[in-house]
């Protein structure tokens, strides 16, 4: 006989993975490159079951350096031992039609790095931060961590009843969905 902790829990993973199906269900765009400072990216393409269109799979970029590389995404170049061979590997993936830019306010961001994060000729494009920047409109605040001094880990499993990430608080997949390759 299962416990009400175990119904609960059969509940909330069951519940998970129709969430999940939903967002699958609703994404329309399949061919997508995100470009992430860090591993929400990947999480994206994880939930919706897709391949890695992007060269930034499991790699952390603080978010000043992702604006480089964003700023100048096809010039790009590293030249130093398997970061280099990985990068010459997966660039080749890059749906330069279907671009999202994706940012996290983590490892001493600035607020001058945001700025220049939201000037990005990129039209899909989000940074998420731990405070409001209604200047920036790029800007998305993920509530929980508004006492820290940096966004925190948005991929971890919120305290709540329904199984939820933080980074689920944001429609990522209506941003997914709007990848036209406009830039």
Request: glycine residues 6%; proline residues 0%.
């Given at each position: 006989m299962q416990t009400n902790s175990g119904l609960l829990n059969q509940f909330r993973?069951?519940?998970w993975r129709l969430y999940q199906l939903g967002k699958r269900h609703r994404l329309k765009s399949h061919d997508f490159t995100v470009i992430s400072s860090n591993c929400i990216g990947t999480f994206m393409?994880?939930?919706m079951g897709l391949e890695y269109l992007t060269p930034t799979i499991n790699?952390?970029?603080p978010l000043d350096d992702l604006v480089k590389l964003a700023a100048d995404l096809r010039q790009y170049n590293k030249d130093?031992?398997?970061a280099a061979?990985?990068?010459e590997e997966r660039k080749q993936r890059i749906n330069w039609e279907h671009i999202c830019i994706v940012g996290a306010e983590r490892d001493q961001c600035s607020y001058e790095t945001l700025k220049n994060f939201d000037r990005l000729p990129y039209e899909n494009k989000v940074v998420f931060t731990h405070i409001e920047y209604p200047e920036i409109s790029s800007a998305y605040y993920i509530k929980g961590f508004e006492h820290q001094a940096e966004l925190g880990t948005i991929t971890d499993y919120k305290n709540q009843f329904l199984k939820r990430r933080y980074m689920d608080d944001f429609d990522y997949i209506a941003l997914l969905n709007r990848t036209t390759g406009k830039r």
């Open positions: 993973e069951t519940e393409y994880y939930d790699m952390s970029i130093f031992g398997e061979a990985k990068w």
